[in-house]
């Protein structure tokens, strides 16, 4: 079933100890786009600038992906962001932003996109997530991703996005400040308080945690021997697991649970190489190959 | 923990095709408690009459069972019911019913009953389940029992304790009458709508499943060769679960899975004697004997 993902499309400058690169394609609807693709078709919405020529849109060629939905705003620029990852790679250092067309971006969905049974609301602020969850009635199962610079800002709003949404995925930092609880099996709990049912914390290196009802599942991370770039990792995790759980056409833990296996196999991916690049030289067989390896290895 | 239930104690006259027994102890707490208290201590609260003498107390001694909630009314007759099994002993035919000290039976838990951190709410009308509900405060996990009578009759104050409880147990016939589906999983799925976390369907002999947000489990019943009396199964069934969920003293889906078989368990005894000998005659042992039969059963 199709897949829907609000979010962006950007360029990334980043230095890691492996190297660096300039203005690179990136972007959380890119990253989703790319991993989920391989699952389910994807409709993508974000915003452009004019600064986006169309040889850069050819990273969705020859895959499911629509994008009827990235908008070039006349006039505009593309939404920038630069970053630096030492030590642990764990964390990015933000060295720069530059919001550009995301400053005044106001998601209008084409016609097509408004019956997608399964949504991804990409980070963004709480209103333009609420924008399309009011675009999106048909929907069966929607999931969320934030950060800690809504949760700061935006309380409020992001509360009311949390009450409206079947789950969430956060990292842990995030969900210990929305939660203000430290401890890990407490602050997933008192996610689902806030309204979603379900709630991924993503840990990394360290693997995620999958909270439900009076359950919650602990998931290591595919091991990757040598971490090049971590950008957009989040975001691939996320596609994985929300283009298997389209592709299944049902939602239950169990297709969660798999679904989060896509993920951080995906993620596997994006994490060796700068960018997309190692994530878009990932077949749908070089997915299917770390899925069974990473099943070996947890049993 | 301590485990609270409220329900009844009953005078059963019962007709099978293996015989037949008059006035017989029973009630859903007694059969409730008798499980339940291999696991935890419980907390009875029920109402007799006058008629109910000191020896028939009997059936409580020797057990983690606490009978100062087990009140005794001025002047009144204890509740006797009396059925008849035919065929598939799966429905009880009921004879006659004398409600006696239930038609004013009106909850006070003892104060030191109110503190207890599992309930059990037995079939019993809307009205007595809120006023439990309205004692225990402090409760951390409450489950409730229902029948089509109060389906039928009072579906309003029904759906207000359905508002208030943690889980609910019910047979499918029940299921499917409080929720208009007639389909399993969507019935299950209903009545999760309503309100519960958890719901537990029983099919007696089928089994049960569990329902809560995103997942579903099918248990099969233990299996018993020769059903002499089905009266109090279901009662058990909840005894054993609650039991085993108040003595691992947190809720999760694999506690409540496991207090399932337990409850599978307890209620395989019962069924295998007229009224509560053959529960009442079961040690611990042959609970775990049983347990683990089950679990190679399954396997």
């Known amino acids: 079933m199709s897949l829907l993902v609000v979010g962006t499309v950007a360029y990334d400058s980043i230095e890691t100890p492996s190297g660096q690169v300039t203005e690179?394609?990136?972007?959380?609807?890119t990253y989703f786009s790319l991993a989920a693709s391989h699952f389910s078709?994807?409709?993508?919405?974000?915003?452009?600038?004019?600064?986006?020529?169309v040889e850069r849109r050819r990273i969705f060629d020859g895959r499911s992906i629509d994008i009827e939905g990235l908008e070039t705003v006349a006039g505009g620029r593309t939404f920038r962001w630069s970053g630096r990852y030492e030590?642990?790679?764990?964390?990015?250092?933000?060295?720069?932003?530059?919001?550009n067309v995301l400053e005044t971006f106001s998601p209008k969905l084409p016609t097509g996109f408004r019956s997608a049974p399964f949504v991804f609301l990409a980070n963004a602020a709480?209103?333009?997530?609420?924008q399309v969850l009011d675009q999106?009635?048909?929907?069966?199962?929607?999931?969320?991703?934030t950060m800690n610079f809504w949760i700061d800002?935006?309380?409020?709003?992001?509360?009311?996005?949390?009450?409206?949404?079947?789950?969430?995925?956060?990292?842990?930092?995030?969900?210990?400040?929305?939660?203000?609880?430290?401890?890990l099996i407490r602050a997933g709990n008192?996610?689902?308080?806030?309204?979603?049912?379900?709630?991924?914390?993503?840990?990394?290196?360290?693997?995620?945690?999958?909270?439900?009802?009076?359950?919650?599942?602990?998931m290591p991370a595919y091991p990757v021997p040598e971490v090049v770039d971590p950008t957009g990792a989040g975001d691939s995790f996320a596609g994985g697991?929300?283009?298997?759980?389209?592709?299944?056409?049902?939602?239950?833990?169990?297709?969660?649970?798999?679904?989060?296996?896509?993920?951080?196999?995906?993620?596997?991916?994006?994490?060796?190489?700068?960018?997309?690049?190692?994530?878009?030289?990932?077949?749908?067989?070089?997915?299917?190959?770390?899925?069974?390896?990473?099943?070996?290895?947890?049993?």
Do not use: C
């Open 190 to 218: 008192a996610i689902l308080e806030l309204g979603p049912k379900v709630a991924v914390v993503k840990k990394g290196e360290h693997g995620a945690f999958l909270f439900s009802t009076y359950m919650f599942h602990a």
């Open 87 to 99: 030590g642990d790679m764990n964390v990015a250092e933000t060295l720069d932003t530059q919001l």
């Open 136 to 145: 999106t009635p048909g929907r069966k199962f929607v999931m969320a991703d």
């Open 241 to 299: 697991m929300m283009g298997y759980i389209a592709r299944a056409g049902s939602v239950s833990i169990g297709n969660i649970k798999r679904g989060m296996v896509y993920g951080t196999v995906a993620a596997s991916f994006t994490v060796e190489g700068f960018g997309t690049s190692a994530l878009a030289a990932a077949t749908r067989g070089d997915f299917e190959v770390r899925f069974h390896e990473f099943l070996n290895f947890v049993q």
């Open 41 to 53: 078709p994807v409709q993508l919405v974000a915003s452009v600038g004019e600064d986006f020529p």
């Open 126 to 130: 709480p209103r333009v997530q609420m």
């Open 24 to 29: 690179e394609t990136g972007g959380t609807a």
């Open 153 to 183: 800002s935006e309380r409020d709003g992001l509360r009311e996005v949390l009450r409206h949404v079947d789950g969430v995925v956060m990292n842990y930092a995030e969900a210990r400040s929305l939660t203000g609880e430290t401890n």
